[in-house]
């Protein structure tokens, strides 16, 4: 069991990224943004400096935060695309030593009222996650979909579809997009999701763990983020039922309180990202403990 992070989330350069993993003691990365694009689009001199200071740092990239058929890419893109952007990632997961890659299962067709569409083009969706779960899993590297904004993520029932669908698709479960994500198997205008409920339905296919809390905030319309434990992603539950089932993988960072992957609008000033960041790691790894201390049966601490 390891703790990694998207420590793009703490700063923008890879220096600075090194910098507040070893301040928490990590020693893994699970790269997605560096000086503001994906590890898997930076142009070959940028990323060979990459991987060198990586190396020279000590830090392990456990897991490709790729953007491969993620919520920004519609089901109608040329397949083309997403396999050469998939070649170039498994060149430099290669490099790198990395055997794991987060994808997604590409955009949810809306309708003009914002509803989701009854087609959701299931067919050509299983068929391009089929090729691209063979061609990684070929090249010795699991590939992992995460519950967002994507077809996956519509339901647990959209879930648990894929996965019959997609044989040696395994799943990344993030704890904070249920409580910011419509259920769509159910009727307008369409409840948020329970990460527990989630969670149990799903735990046989986790392989990989991201530690996110939020809620939905009604009066405002509006997604919350906050320190892990404190919103509705049932942190604590969901940690004290994975290791008591044996869980041995990862758990990876992902705050969103200073900086949004998916909304460049929300900014903040390096020190206090990086600031921020720290406190959430500490947070998490403090419950971390906490939950596997009282798994041995030690007295709570006080």
């Known amino acids: ?26 020693r893994h990365l699970e ?21 060198e200071e990586l ?39 290669k490099r790198l030593g990395t055997r794991m890659i987060r994808i997604m299962s590409y955009a949810i067709l809306f309708d003009n009222e ?10 050509e969706r299983f068929r391009r996650l089929r090729y691209l779960t063979s061609m990684f899993l070929d090249e010795g590297v699991t590939p992992v979909h995460e519950n967002c904004a994507n077809y996956g993520g519509m339901s647990i029932g959209h879930t648990l579809r894929m996965l019959e669908q997609v044989p ?6 993030d704890t904070g997009n249920p409580p910011i994500t419509r259920d769509y198997s159910k009727p307008y205008p369409y409840p948020m999701q329970s990460s527990w409920e989630f969670y149990q339905a799903v735990r046989p296919a986790i392989a990989y763990v991201h530690i996110k809390d939020s809620y939905w905030k009604e009066k405002t319309n509006e997604e919350v983020y906050c320190w892990p434990g404190e919103g509705k992603g049932d942190i604590r539950r969901i940690l004290v039922d994975l290791l008591r089932t044996g869980y041995d993988g990862g758990f990876s960072l992902e705050p969103h309180m200073q900086v949004v992957y998916h909304d460049p609008s ?17 947070r998490f790894l403090d419950l971390l ?5 009282e798994g041995r049966g030690a007295p709570k601490s006080t």
């Open 1 to 26: 069991m390891y703790v990694s992070a998207f420590a793009d989330e703490a700063a923008d350069r890879v220096e600075d990224q090194i910098r507040v993993l070893k301040a928490l003691g990590l």
């Open 31 to 51: 790269a997605r943004s560096i000086e503001g694009k994906n590890i898997h689009d930076l142009p070959e001199e940028q990323f060979e400096r990459v991987a």
């Open 55 to 93: 190396e020279k740092a000590g830090i392990e990239v456990n897991c490709f935060g790729s953007t491969l058929a993620n919520w920004g890419t519609p089901i109608t893109a040329p397949f083309e695309q997403t396999v050469e952007v998939a070649k170039r990632a498994l060149k430099r997961m």
């Open 114 to 123: 914002g509803r989701p569409l009854e087609d959701q083009q299931e067919e």
């Open 168 to 173: 040696g698709l395994k799943l990344v479960f």
């Open 266 to 282: 929300v900014t903040a000033p390096l020190e206090k990202r990086i600031e921020t960041f720290l406190e959430y790691g500490k």
């Open 289 to 293: 403990r906490d939950v596997q201390e």
